[in-house]
């Protein structure tokens, strides 16, 4: 929680401040952490999807801008900066490339370099549910599992795969539990292919199906509600008030969107025999504990070894995580004092 702690104690006691920025579809989320990952700042702003990756960048260091101030900080006194972006993150280079949820963002963007330019300080990339899924695995749900899957049910639907205390990188790409094929020759997805968990789940591609049936004369109050609480896009928080209210459409498309998941997170646990399951991003945390348990349900009669439950857990960190996790990138500069380590 912020106000642990202040800006100015932290750099008497020879403490370095911690900036990071979490990049997702419908927010960016900033926060500024001393050495303990204590959040001392916050700041949040929506996301221009449709503006381009530069204006996305610029948008992301204004958000930082003002997470610091919030610590009563400058960016400049920040001794990292770390990123969690979507899409295909090449740390080495600071490039992001196919984030397929925002307009105009194919090729590789140089995003650590362009917000330096902006802030100052040096700039780490990684992927968002990544940072995230690290922060749940150091600080959160995930501190007394060995093994688990981060599942991130958002605009689109994000994975990390932690074995042995480890995030596992594989090639590169590993974790990208939304584009795991559960239908051949199934809906289009995002990304291109067809059939993939993130096209069933994904909130992007829910919100797209919603309107193909509205349209078609399906009723639903998911449009009213987003209209009175004046947002331009379905959210998590129309889709739960939508389902509290018991919306047949709603209803339908959720219950969809969990059974592609529970596909999923069943193949893998048949794979990897992991020790559970951690769910997170804007519905996962939203919808919380109920859908965590609809999960481990629906997860349970298609294991090969249906005597032994995986456990299954709402991210702790909720909307902080992947900032927080993005804090974690970065190595702590020369002679700071240790943080709190993602993984042991």
Known sequence: MAGHCTAARCEERGCVLRGGIDLGGTKILAVVVDANSEILGR????????????????????????AAE????????????????????DSTAGTVANASSFAGWSAPFPLARRIEEILGPAVVIGNDVDAAVVAEASLGAGRALRSFLGIWWGTGVGGGLVLDRQLWHGRGVAGEFGHMVIRRRGAPCPCGR???????????????????????????????????????????????????RGDPLAVRLVDCAAEAIALGAASTMNLLDLDGFVVGGGLGARLGAPYAQRLADAVQPR??????????????LGDDAGAVGATLLAPPPAGARPSSQPVD
Not at 45 to 64: I, K, N
Not at 304 to 316: D, L, S
């Open 43 to 66: 700041a949040r702003q929506p996301t221009p999807m449709a503006r381009g990756p530069a204006v996305v960048a610029e948008h992301m260091a204004a958000t930082l801008t003002k």
């Open 70 to 89: 919030d610590a009563d900080a400058s960016v400049s006194s920040l001794g990292s900066i770390g990123v969690g972006a979507p899409g295909y993150v």
């Open 194 to 244: 067809r059939g993939c968990i993130e096209a069933y789940a994904g909130r992007l591609a829910m919100e797209q199906r919603a309107r193909e049936l509205a349209e078609q004369g399906v009723a639903t109050e998911l449009f009213s509600i987003m209209e009175k609480r004046g947002a331009d896009r379905l959210t998590s928080g129309v889709w739960e008030r939508a389902l509290r």
């Open 303 to 316: 294991l090969f070894n249906a005597e032994r439950q995986p456990t299954v857990r709402v991210a702790e």
